[in-house]
């Protein structure tokens, strides 16, 4: 089976800039399905009658029956086929979401492991490749899941079960265990948004839920980020995962436990080097400011491993790590503020200076942030001749008008803050540029003077002037 | 000899400064001015306009001399007219363009629309220029003056030449950058400025206890026959701002004043970065029930965040209570994980 795509036109070998989204605007939203069936005679499943149709003690065994009937799993990508059989399914699948939300009593023994079968026969199962090969998750449209109709209504209905009164895990954990949370992760890497989306909660409640299985979860999750930092660069799932590690982190117990903080620095912190950066920063640098908030200590590792991975040639990045170092400074603590302080600034100091004018405008605008500015003050006298050069040098160098105007306003504040250093390193400055001016004019004068003295070597020789 | 010719020119410019003088009344009569007097300016509201020109001439990179030089022509300005606090800006910008234009060359002068756009002032080119002819004309165009500055380097230029060692032992831009603090303050203006610099000079020689220096300093103080009494006074008045000036306690720099305009593109990623809420509820760690994993944790923590996990949830209330009410329920249920 393959999915409705219409195939690039052929304008692209000829012109190298097309962009992809031009291409692909005109593509509609393409869907598609691993899930298949062989040629075959149609299906056929015997209504059932409702449940609240039925006595209340009946109602365990009926369950059960449409339970094994949701387990038959049908072609969407075939548009005709089955189609009285698929609305059955679809309507028993509703009836049983509103079953488990509402009922009292019905969660046997013997439910647990048809719920668990019924769920993995609907949603596991082996991705459907990408349609193209250069999916780009940033500009493209994604191929959402043709079995959508179905499917999320197994995910409602699973949520629903989890989060049920009535639910007990120490029966479930006989058939939610690893292998399970396993193939659920794998699932993650799903295109379609929704289906990540209700991923997110049913991983959420099962790590709240299931003790024993959180350790093997966490490492998981590990192995993911690392496959998708050093292998691969490709999973679509990694926005979803860091909000469930979010919500995690939070709940940290303090101390922190050193495998956590290994996270930090082993995963988190080099997942900010890769190219798909802006699908997921927002979750990360939740995260990251959350580790912070739970143990200050770890500011220095965090800020230090930040500057190592400072985008060299993405300016996109940039502004999405300076974005992500303000939060980090909003919250802060001065005695860290002033141990990472000048490799920070000199950090700083570069972005200000830079000929993209989103960067420079981002840093400069640090300099309205109260609380940055009151460590500023603080530590004016180390912080102010790291500084100094550069925002001196592009308030008469740089090209955007804005960022002159914005870098007067932070040398006013500099200022105001520290007179004295302000003038010293105004004096030297000024006396530096002189002396450099006046090295150069030596330089030309020399070069200038080499020029004559070859002239008059070769006129006198022959009169002929040297080439 | 070199210092014969500097006192020579020492004493004509002392001769000629009182000629440059703000009126005496005038500047009384800002002092005496109320903060929130609307009829006139106060003396905190040209101090505040002062240090606003020292910031532009360091911004634009203008010599002190044309600092010196605006500052004096505004206070000459100020002291014979009745200004209306809501022209001051409009006044003492256009002092430090006459200024800029007599002092600075001509390439460097910054042009009026960058003077206005880096001011973040709200008048036009246009009143600029008016401004401008109106303060020349009632300054009678008077605009190359005497000032203190011009007596510091004379100053230093004789200590210099008397000095054995031609080492500078005085720093002139460490003087220049004090006399600059000292004109933020409307009381020196009525100092006349060979007292004013000379004081400036015998700080500093104290300061750096130049000994030897201390005697050309007399030397020149009696030739130029400044009375004892006054210079006592203005140094007296020198040392506080001085204090001041270089104490270590930063003033908190008022940012309210300044406008931060940013770009389209920036602003909105300002607003999206604050507001990325968390959806999901929080999951407390628990150590504790760990123990049934593989990898159980080495340090049992006595886990103030103990909630028990295994709670059923409310369909309405919250996921996971974050509150620790739920310690009722920690016993209920522990047995079952």
Same mark, same amino acid.
């Given at each position: 089976?393959?999915?409705?795509?219409?195939? %690039?036109?052929?304008?692209?070998?000829?012109?190298?800039?097309?962009?992809?989204?031009?291409?692909?605007?005109?593509?509609?939203?393409?869907?598609?399905?691993?899930?298949?069936?062989?040629?075959?005679?149609?299906?056929?499943?015997?209504?059932?009658?409702? !449940?609240?149709?039925?006595?209340?003690?009946?109602?365990?065994?009926?369950?059960?029956?449409?339970?094994?009937?949701?387990?038959?799993?049908?072609?969407?990508?075939?548009? !005709?086929?089955?189609?009285?059989?698929?609305?059955?399914?679809?309507?028993?699948?509703?009836?049983?979401?509103?079953?488990?939300?509402?009922?009292?009593?019905?969660?046997?023994?013997?439910?647990?492991?048809?719920?668990?079968?019924?769920?993995?026969?609907?949603?596991?199962?082996?991705?459907? %490749?990408?349609?193209?090969?250069?999916?780009?998750?940033?500009?493209?449209?994604?191929?959402?899941?043709?079995?959508?109709?179905?499917?999320?209504?197994?995910?409602?209905?699973?949520?629903?079960?989890?989060?049920?009164?009535?639910?007990?895990?120490?029966?479930?954990?006989?058939?939610?265990?690893?292998?399970?949370?396993?193939?659920?992760?794998?699932?993650?890497?799903?295109?379609?948004?929704?289906?990540?989306?209700?991923?997110?909660?049913?991983?959420?409640?099962?790590?709240?839920?299931?003790?024993?299985?959180?350790?093997?979860?966490?490492?998981?999750?590990?192995?993911?980020?690392?496959?998708?930092?050093?292998?691969?660069?490709?999973?679509?799932?990694?926005?979803?995962?860091?909000?469930?590690?979010?919500?995690?982190?939070?709940?940290?117990?303090? %101390?922190?436990?050193?495998?956590?903080?290994?996270?930090?620095?082993?995963?988190?912190?080099?997942? =900010?080097?890769?190219?798909?950066?802006?699908?997921?920063?927002?979750?990360?640098?939740?995260?990251?400011?959350?580790?912070?908030?739970?143990?200050?200590?770890?500011?220095?590792?965090?800020?230090?491993?930040?500057?190592?991975?400072?985008?060299?040639?993405?300016?996109?990045?940039?502004?999405?790590?300076?974005?992500?170092?303000?939060?980090?400074?909003?919250?802060?603590?001065?005695?860290?503020?002033?141990?990472?302080?000048?490799?920070?600034?000199?950090?700083?100091?570069?972005?200000?200076?830079?000929?993209?004018?989103?960067?420079?405008?981002?840093?400069?605008?640090?300099?309205?942030?109260?609380?940055?500015?009151?460590?500023?003050?603080?530590?004016?006298?180390?912080?102010?001749?790291?500084?100094?050069?550069?925002?001196?040098?592009?308030?008469?160098? =740089?090209?955007?008008?804005?960022?002159?105007?914005?870098?007067?306003?932070?040398?006013?504040?500099?200022?105001?803050?520290?007179?004295?250093?302000?003038?010293?390193?105004?004096?030297?400055?000024?006396?530096?540029?002189?002396?450099?001016?006046?090295?150069?004019?030596?330089?030309?004068?020399?070069?200038?003077?080499?020029?004559?003295?070859?002239?008059?070597?070769?006129?006198?020789?022959?009169?002929?002037?040297?080439? | 000899?070199?210092?014969?010719?500097?006192?020579?020119?020492?004493?004509?410019?002392?001769?000629?400064?009182?000629?440059?003088?703000?009126?005496?009344?005038? &500047?009384? &009569?800002?002092?005496?001015?109320?903060?929130?007097?609307?009829?006139?300016?106060?003396?905190?509201?040209?101090?505040?306009?002062?240090?606003?020109?020292?910031?532009?001439?360091?911004?634009?990179?203008?010599?002190?001399?044309?600092?010196?030089?605006?500052?004096?022509?505004?206070?000459?300005?100020?002291?014979?007219?009745?200004? +209306?606090?809501?022209?001051?800006?409009?006044?003492?910008?256009?002092?430090?363009?006459?200024?800029?234009?007599?002092?600075?060359?001509?390439?460097?002068?910054?042009?009026?629309?960058?003077?206005?756009?880096?001011? +973040?002032?709200?008048?036009?080119?246009?009143?600029?220029?008016?401004?401008?002819?109106?303060?020349?004309?009632?300054?009678?165009?008077?605009?190359?003056?005497?000032?203190?500055?011009?007596?510091? #380097?004379?100053?230093?230029?004789?200590?210099?030449?008397?000095?054995?060692?031609?080492?500078?032992? &005085?720093?002139?831009?460490?003087?220049?950058?004090?006399?600059?603090?000292?004109?933020?303050?409307?009381?020196?203006?009525?100092?006349?400025?060979?007292?004013?610099?000379?004081?400036?000079?015998?700080?500093?020689?104290?300061?750096?206890?130049?000994?030897?220096?201390?005697?050309?300093? #007399? #030397?020149?103080?009696?030739?130029?026959?400044?009375?004892?009494?006054?210079?006592?006074?203005?140094?007296?008045?020198?040392?506080?701002?001085?204090?001041?000036?270089?104490?270590?306690?930063?003033?908190?720099?008022?940012?309210?004043?300044?406008?931060?305009?940013?770009?389209?593109?920036?602003?909105?990623?300002?607003?999206?970065?604050?507001?990325?809420?968390?959806?999901?509820?929080?999951?407390?760690?628990?150590?504790?029930?760990?123990?049934?994993?593989?990898?159980?944790?080495?340090?049992?923590?006595?886990?103030?965040?103990?909630?028990?996990?295994?709670?059923?949830?409310?369909?309405?209330?919250?996921?996971?209570?974050?509150?620790?009410?739920? +310690?009722?329920?920690?016993?209920?249920?522990?047995?079952?994980?």
């Amino acid at each position: 089976m393959s999915s409705a795509a219409t195939t %690039p036109p052929s304008v692209d070998k000829v012109d190298g800039f097309s962009r992809k989204s031009v291409r692909k605007a005109k593509q509609k939203r393409s869907q598609s399905s691993s899930q298949f069936r062989s040629q075959g005679k149609p299906i056929e499943l015997t209504p059932l009658p409702l !449940l609240k149709d039925v006595p209340a003690p009946e109602q365990p065994e009926l369950f059960l029956k449409k339970l094994q009937q949701c387990c038959t799993v049908f072609d969407f990508m075939d548009t !005709l086929s089955d189609l009285k059989m698929k609305e059955y399914k679809r309507s028993t699948l509703n009836e049983l979401v509103d079953y488990v939300t509402v009922s009292r009593g019905y969660l046997t023994e013997q439910a647990y492991p048809e719920v668990v079968k019924m769920v993995s026969y609907n949603i596991f199962r082996t991705l459907p %490749p990408s349609d193209s090969n250069e999916f780009d998750p940033e500009e493209d449209e994604p191929t959402l899941e043709a079995s959508w109709p179905h499917l999320q209504l197994v995910y409602e209905f699973f949520i629903r079960f989890l989060e049920s009164q009535e639910f007990q895990p120490s029966i479930a954990k006989k058939y939610i265990d690893q292998k399970f949370v396993l193939q659920l992760l794998e699932l993650f890497d799903s295109e379609d948004p929704r289906e990540r989306d209700y991923l997110k909660t049913v991983l959420h409640r099962i790590y709240g839920k299931f003790l024993g299985l959180r350790a093997f979860i966490r490492k998981q999750i590990n192995n993911i980020f690392l496959r998708f930092v050093y292998e691969t660069e490709h999973f679509n799932g990694v926005a979803e995962l860091l909000e469930i590690l979010g919500s995690i982190i939070n709940g940290f117990a303090l %101390p922190l436990k050193a495998e956590h903080k290994q996270f930090l620095v082993k995963v988190l912190i080099p997942l =900010h080097t890769v190219r798909s950066l802006s699908l997921f920063h927002a979750q990360l640098a939740y995260c990251i400011v959350q580790f912070l908030e739970k143990d200050p200590a770890l500011t220095e590792p965090v800020i230090r491993g930040l500057l190592k991975f400072w985008p060299k040639t993405c300016s996109q990045k940039e502004v999405m790590y300076l974005g992500e170092l303000e939060e980090i400074l909003d919250v802060i603590e001065p005695t860290q503020f002033v141990k990472i302080q000048e490799p920070l600034f000199k950090q700083i100091s570069r972005c200000v200076s830079s000929p993209h004018f989103q960067v420079a405008e981002r840093a400069l605008y640090y300099w309205n942030n109260e609380y940055i500015m009151s460590l500023i003050e603080e530590n004016s006298s180390v912080i102010l001749p790291i500084m100094f050069a550069s925002l001196y040098r592009i308030s008469k160098e =740089h090209w955007n008008p804005a960022i002159v105007a914005l870098v007067y306003n932070v040398l006013k504040a500099f200022m105001e803050m520290n007179s004295t250093l302000f003038d010293e390193l105004t004096a030297t400055y000024k006396s530096d540029r002189q002396r450099e001016k006046k090295k150069e004019k030596e330089r030309e004068e020399l070069w200038k003077k080499l020029g004559d003295l070859e002239l008059k070597r070769g006129l006198r020789s022959d009169g002929i002037i040297p080439t | 000899m070199e210092t014969v010719k500097l006192m020579r020119e020492l004493i004509a410019n002392f001769e000629q400064e009182r000629n440059y003088l703000p009126k005496e009344t005038g &500047l009384s &009569l800002i002092e005496s001015t109320g903060e929130n007097d609307s009829r006139g300016i106060s003396a905190k509201c040209r101090d505040t306009k002062v240090e606003d020109l020292w910031s532009l001439t360091s911004f634009f990179g203008y010599s002190t001399q044309t600092f010196v030089l605006a500052v004096n022509l505004l206070d000459r300005f100020l002291a014979m007219m009745k200004v +209306q606090p809501k022209h001051l800006a409009c006044i003492s910008i256009s002092c430090l363009h006459i200024a800029a234009k007599a002092v600075e060359e001509e390439r460097n002068v910054s042009s009026t629309n960058e003077l206005i756009r880096i001011s +973040q002032c709200k008048f036009t080119v246009s009143d600029l220029t008016r401004m401008e002819k109106i303060i020349s004309e009632k300054l009678n165009f008077q605009l190359k003056t005497i000032t203190a500055l011009t007596f510091l #380097h004379l100053y230093h230029g004789i200590a210099r030449s008397h000095t054995a060692d031609r080492k500078e032992a &005085l720093n002139l831009d460490t003087l220049e950058a004090q006399l600059k603090a000292c004109l933020c303050r409307i009381a020196f203006s009525k100092a006349k400025p060979s007292v004013l610099a000379l004081s400036l000079l015998t700080q500093e020689i104290e300061a750096t206890q130049c000994v030897d220096m201390l005697e050309i300093a #007399h #030397h020149v103080q009696r030739h130029l026959k400044i009375a004892d009494v006054e210079l006592l006074h203005w140094r007296g008045l020198v040392a506080k701002c001085m204090s001041d000036y270089s104490s270590p306690e930063c003033s908190r720099p008022n940012n309210k004043k300044l406008v931060w305009i940013v770009s389209r593109r920036t602003a909105q990623n300002l607003h999206t970065s604050h507001c990325s809420v968390p959806e999901l509820p929080t999951i407390p760690e628990d150590c504790w029930d760990e123990s049934e994993s593989e990898d159980s944790c080495e340090d049992m923590s006595s886990g103030e965040e103990s909630l028990s996990s295994s709670l059923g949830s409310d369909a309405d209330g919250p996921y996971f209570p974050l509150n620790f009410l739920c +310690q009722r329920y920690r016993n209920k249920y522990h047995h079952t994980s």
